[in-house]
């Protein structure tokens, strides 16, 4: 477990170091997955590497199993703002349920018409 | 895109205010057990017996309280959604943000107390962002096959999300610092409330705005999908974390593993798009 972790924090170190020098426009933590991702990729295989790969996995699994719990420390947050909330009333959440449910239409549409038309050409070249 | 949220939620909370905190209740914790020795007649000063409510004062500024306790509440309400088959309305992230916001209400302790021990689970936010790479790579021939699907959901999603936004407000008749403010709210926290910030919205407001829609979106996204009849779970996972970034994506992973990685890339992918578009509508 403490290999995982320890590997991970050291990917997002990395990220961050390389964000700060990049001026800081890609956020840390992404680099970060970027390198693991390539790292992973260019490893795969190899025995040496398998002990790495093995303990990282388990620490994401668990950590992405577990990821809503990462966002209840933000989401209390909240309360700061309740009343804010509150006094502007019902339109503010009437605009975010409704833009949430088009965004989520139009996404998920644009992808599955796009696979569609994707396999279509494909199938006649 | 998480470390943003770092950064950009501890703008949110105001630090010093956590050092503070210790110094507050520790005059406060001094009041009670002056008031408790003055009931017992003034014999073993030192001794006096702890109230209940001194404990609570006592506790409820450690920062390990507020730690168990987001772990305690999230298991229990892991432990409900579970019970519940994972029905979308029993979202185990809504049910631990009512529960805890209520007993800070209840219990009187402020927001930056509870976060000093709430922010080592905040803190795995980044881990986890880099954590994606694992099912990315095992996932990486199905990735590589939705490239194109994926680009054009991305490009389709992100103007609708944004400019839905601006068409309901001026509906509603938002002033415009609102509209600025709820403009980028699918995108993550920390880039959402950067982008606000530099067109002149408020950036705490649009965190309140993110958390809001993430949580829309992880409760109404499988029943839309199902009634969609959109059997496709890269598809599925792709529109929950464009639309509701970390919170969907936390959904996701909640229904299929698949779903949950194509969120996650979505989530990172929108909040890129996301800044680079929001300026050019506004």
């Given at each position: ?125 | ?76 309400a892991s432990a409900v959604a579970r019970r519940a088959k994972g029905h979308p309305m029993v979202n185990p992230?809504l049910i ?123 409760v ?63």
């Amino acid at each position: 477990m403490i290999q995982g972790i320890t590997w991970l924090l050291g990917f997002q170190l990395v990220g961050e170091a390389l964000s700060y020098a990049a001026g800081g426009q890609v956020p840390g933590p992404v680099i970060g997955l970027a390198l693991l991702t390539l790292f992973l990729l260019t490893t795969r295989g190899v025995p040496a590497a398998a002990s790495m790969e093995q303990s990282t996995g388990k620490v994401a699994d668990g950590l992405l199993a577990n990821l809503g719990i990462l966002f209840v420390p933000a989401g209390v947050g909240i309360i700061q703002h309740l009343d804010l909330v509150m006094s502007m009333g019902l339109s503010i959440l009437a605009a975010i349920l409704v833009s949430t449910v088009v965004t989520l239409v139009v996404t998920v549409w644009a992808f599955t018409f796009a696979k569609y038309l994707e396999q279509k050409w494909k199938r006649k070249p | 895109m998480e470390a943003q949220t770092m950064t950009g939620l501890t703008e949110g909370v105001p630090t010093g205010t956590g050092l503070a905190v210790p110094d507050i209740t520790g005059q406060v914790l001094a009041g009670q057990v002056l008031g408790g020795q003055a009931a017992a007649g003034g014999v073993m000063a030192q001794q006096a017996p702890v109230l209940p409510s001194s404990l609570w004062v006592y506790l409820s500024a450690t920062p390990l309280f507020w730690l168990t306790a987001t772990l305690v509440v999230w298991l229990l309400a892991s432990a409900v959604a579970r019970r519940a088959k994972g029905h979308p309305m029993v979202n185990p992230v809504l049910i631990s943000v009512i529960v805890i916001g209520l007993g800070l209400t209840l219990g009187g302790v402020a927001y930056p107390a509870y976060f000093e021990g709430a922010q080592f689970i905040h803190f795995l936010l980044g881990p986890a962002t880099v954590a994606l790479a694992v099912p990315l790579v095992r996932q990486i021939r199905l990735v590589i096959a939705n490239l194109l699907p994926m680009l054009v959901a991305l490009a389709a999603g992100s103007i609708t999300a944004v400019l839905s936004v601006l068409a309901l407000g001026r509906l509603f008749d938002f002033p415009d610092a609102l509209t600025v403010s709820m403009a980028p709210k699918s995108s993550t926290a920390g880039v959402a409330m950067a982008i606000s910030k530099g067109l002149g919205g408020d950036p705490g407001l649009t965190a309140v705005f993110v958390i809001l829609t993430g949580i829309t979106g992880a409760v109404v996204v499988t029943g839309l999908m199902n009634r969609m009849r959109i059997t496709d779970y890269a598809a599925r996972g792709f529109a929950a974390g464009l639309a509701s970034h970390g919170i969907g994506t936390a959904r996701a992973f909640q229904v299929d593993p698949v779903a949950g990685l194509f969120a996650g890339i979505a989530m990172a992918l929108n909040a890129l798009v996301t800044a680079l578009i929001v300026p050019l509508f506004l």
